[in-house]
C-alpha cells in the first residue's frame, strides 16, 4: 500500500492544475483552522489553571479570615453586646417610659405615627443624640486610658439631664449596669474606669465605660445602644397607647435610618455640639412627676 503523501502525489498529477489549486487551498485552510484550534485550547488550558490557584487562594483566604481572632473577638463582642442591651439584662429599663406617659396622657402622642414622630424628633435633636455622644465619648476616653478626660464627661453628662426623674431613670439604669457588669462580665481596667468617674454615673456612658474596656468596637456598640434606648421607647409606647405587636415592629423599621444617622452624628460630634431642641419632651418628664395616675416610674 502506498504511503498517505504518495496516494496525494499521484492524486495531484491526475487531475487539472484548476483542481489542483483548490485542494492545495483547502489543504491549508483546514491545517490553519486546526493550528487555530489548537493554540485556543492550549491559551483555555492556560486560564483554567491560572484562575484555580487564583479561586483556591481567594477560598482559603476567606476560609482563614472565618477561623482568625478577628473574626472570634467579633462573636465575643456581638455575644456581649446582645446581653447587656437586650431588654432581659436588668438594668430595669421597662420601668421607664422617658416622659411617654404624660405624652399620651396629654394627647401628643395617640397611635403609631405619632408615636414615630415624636421619638424621631427625640432621637435627632433630643436625649437621644446626646446620649450617643457621650457614650462616644466616655468610650474614646476609656479606650486610651484618659481619666481626667473621662471624669469630665461623666460630670457633665450626669448634669446634661433636663428633669430630677430622668436624672432618676439614667443614674439607676448606668448604675445597675456598672454592677452587673464588674458582677458577670469582668475585666481588667474596668474598675479604674469606673473609680476614675468618681461620682453619678449615667447609662450612656456606662455603657460607653463597659464596651471599651472589653475592647468591643465604638461604632457597633453605639448602634447596640440606640436601638435599645428606641426599642424601651416602643415597649413603653405599645403599653400606654396601647399599640399592637405588628405596629411596634412597624415603628422600629421606620426609625432603623433615624438611628443609623442619629449613630453617625454623634460618631462625629463632640462635647461642643451637644444640645437639645425637644422642649415638648422635656416638660413631658417634668409634668410626669406630678402625673395623677402612673404606671412608669419616669
Known sequence: MPAPHMVMRMTIMRTTPATTMRM?????????????????????????????????????????????????????????????????????????????????????????????????????????????????????????????????????????????????ETSAQGRAFIEIARSAWYCDGLDQAVAACNGVIVYPVAVGIVSAAHAIPLVPSLHAFLHALVSNWISAGARLIPLGQTDSQRVLAALEPVVAATASRAMTATLDDLGSATFRADLASMRHETQYTRLFRS
Open 24 to 168: 492545495i487551498t483547502t489543504m491549508i485552510t483546514t491545517t490553519m483552522m486546526i493550528n487555530t484550534i489548537i493554540t485556543m485550547t492550549n491559551i483555555a488550558i492556560t486560564s483554567i489553571t491560572t484562575a484555580i490557584p487564583m479561586l483556591m487562594t481567594t477560598n482559603e483566604r476567606r476560609a482563614a479570615d472565618c477561623r482568625g481572632v478577628m473574626a472570634e473577638a467579633d462573636h465575643a463582642a456581638l455575644y456581649r453586646l446582645l446581653t447587656w442591651l437586650s431588654p432581659s439584662f436588668p438594668v430595669g429599663g421597662f420601668s421607664y417610659s422617658s416622659g411617654i406617659e404624660w405624652a399620651v396622657e396629654a394627647g401628643d402622642i395617640k397611635d403609631a405615627a405619632s408615636l414615630r414622630d415624636w421619638l424621631a424628633a427625640v432621637l435627632t435633636d433630643g436625649s437621644g443624640f446626646c446620649d450617643g455622644v457621650f457614650l462616644a465619648q466616655a468610650h474614646r476616653a476609656t479606650e486610651a486610658g484618659d481619666h481626667a478626660a473621662l471624669h469630665d464627661i461623666s460630670e457633665l453628662a450626669a448634669a446634661f439631664v433636663p428633669s430630677r426623674e430622668r436624672q432618676l
